[in-house]
T-cell receptor, first 114, second 115 residues
């Protein structure tokens, strides 16, 4: 398996623009997580899904953020409109019950909002 | 709620020195405990884990023992290498219920090893 695949790896955009980050989890994993990492706040859980259903979105900063998982092999995190304070590295991770909660992370998407 | 506290960093060591990174946790029930490592420009990857009290996780010369009496899971390595330079995260998993699968991470500890 190629692991968790995220795209784009780097995104530079201007304030007010829409940003869409994409994630392909490991085949067979039934949990998918979106994390955000910044120097100031560390690693924050934004939202996670189980069997494509959102379970906990309490970490989503505000209504500008939305996440979807239309099928077991694809998820998106969208920011609209983007703001400079959204600049961070966004990680997607997946896991399975059979894998005993071990998260496999993608390489991350580094977002810079100017 | 659950929480994980790691020792303040950054930690700077010379090659072949002994490493300890402290981690304590607060949780209900019996969580599993993890150490993840993040190398520059990469995502986090599992270093080791322990699923019950007194279990010892080990990998690549790193060890950590699940101490329920002190609610700790300290990471140790007897002789660090320059290639161990990375950020280390302690984490716990919710024991069950609707939060199954969710991990709570500590703030991370930056380790730099000099030749």
């Amino acid at each position: 398996d190629a692991g968790v695949i995220q795209s784009p790896r780097h995104e530079v955009t201007e304030m007010g623009q829409e940003v869409t980050l994409r994630c392909k989890p490991i085949s067979g994993h039934d949990y998918l997580f979106w994390y955000r990492q910044t120097m100031m706040r560390g690693l924050e859980l934004l939202i996670y899904f189980n069997n494509n259903v959102p379970i906990d979105d309490s970490g989503m900063p505000e209504d500008r953020f939305s996440a979807k998982m239309p099928n077991a092999s694809f998820s998106t995190l969208k920011i609209q409109p983007s703001e400079p304070r959204d600049s961070a590295v966004y990680f997607c991770a997946s896991s399975s019950i059979e894998g005993a909660n071990v998260l496999t992370f993608g390489a991350g998407s580094r977002l810079t909002v100017l | 709620g659950n929480s994980v506290t790691q020792m303040e960093g950054p930690v700077t060591l010379s090659e072949e020195a002994f490493l300890t990174i402290n981690c304590t946790y607060t949780a209900t029930g019996y969580p599993s405990l993890f150490w993840y490592v993040q190398y520059p420009g990469e995502g986090l990857q599992l270093l080791l884990k322990a699923t019950k009290a007194d279990d010892k996780g080990s990998n690549k010369g790193f060890e950590a023992t699940y101490r329920k009496e002190t609610t700790s899971f300290h990471l140790e390595k007897g002789s660090v290498q320059v290639s161990d330079s990375a950020v280390y995260f302690c984490a716990l998993s919710d024991a069950g219920g609707t939060s199954y699968g969710k991990l709570t991470f500590g703030q991370g500890t930056i380790l730099t090893v000099h030749p």
